[in-house]
């Protein structure tokens, strides 16, 4: 399973865009990258998944970039409802294991 | 509504006392698997399923155990619980399809103090 890095804490004023970054050097070729999110007092929830290049969905977009060594969870025009812990997961189901690794993820905090 | 269930939300028992913590979900979904979440230390994988009768070991597995005898349960069981597994777990399901394994469903969470 490749190890992912992230920052610890992140502060946004509202209706900026954020950009959090999570490092993985040991990714393998077949993995893909998933970021969750988590509010305070709620179970992660799912938001974005990719392999390469670029990713966009209502909630988020993901760059990859081609040596996909890292990747960067863009939010943009965060609110104050964007206040939560946002995870990075690396790893290919099926590849081996199933076990799911999710490290200690970043708590973005956004300011009025 | 699509979603997955845990009980007790929240609680207090003593050491050696055991207990279980039940998860349900109802999306039909082959992989289940329950986390503990520690401040400070994210989300760690205790053990997970990926069927009936199948399951592996996470992350931090010592003094828990499983099992997985219906596809929606997947109960997580303390013989003897100890005070550093006060905590905050979750369960959490999800299709066993490729990359759709990693689009998992969390539950509320329960909320355990071993006193």
């Known amino acids: 399973l490749a190890k992912t890095t992230q920052p610890i804490s992140m502060d946004s004023y509202e209706g900026q865009e954020v950009n959090i970054t999570c490092s993985h050097n040991n990714i393998a070729t077949n993995d893909y990258i998933t970021w969750y999110q988590q509010f305070p007092s709620q179970g992660p929830r799912f938001i974005i998944q990719g392999y390469k290049t670029k990713v966009t969905n209502e909630v988020a977009s993901l760059f990859i970039p081609a040596d996909r060594k890292s990747s960067t969870l863009s939010l943009p025009r965060v609110s104050l409802s964007d206040t939560a812990v946002y995870y990075c997961l690396v790893g290919a189901p099926g590849a081996g294991s199933y076990q799911l690794t999710f490290g200690k993820g970043t708590k973005l905090s956004v300011i009025p | 509504e699509a979603q997955v269930t845990q009980n007790p939300r929240y609680l207090i028992t003593v050491t050696g006392k055991k207990l279980t913590v039940t998860c349900s979900q109802n999306?039909?979904?082959?992989?289940m698997s329950w986390y503990r979440q520690d401040p400070g230390l994210g989300l760690r994988q205790i053990y997970y399923?990926?069927?009936?009768?199948?399951?592996d070991k996470g992350d931090v597995p010592e003094g828990y155990k499983v099992s997985r005898k219906e596809k929606r349960n997947f109960p997580l069981i303390l013989e003897s619980p100890s005070p550093n597994q006060t905590s905050l777990y979750f369960c959490a399901s999800s299709p066993l399809s490729g990359t759709s394994t990693y689009e998992q469903y969390f539950g509320p969470g329960t909320r355990l103090t071993v006193t």
């Open positions: 999306m039909n979904h082959e992989y």
């Open positions: 399923s990926m069927n009936v009768e199948v399951t």
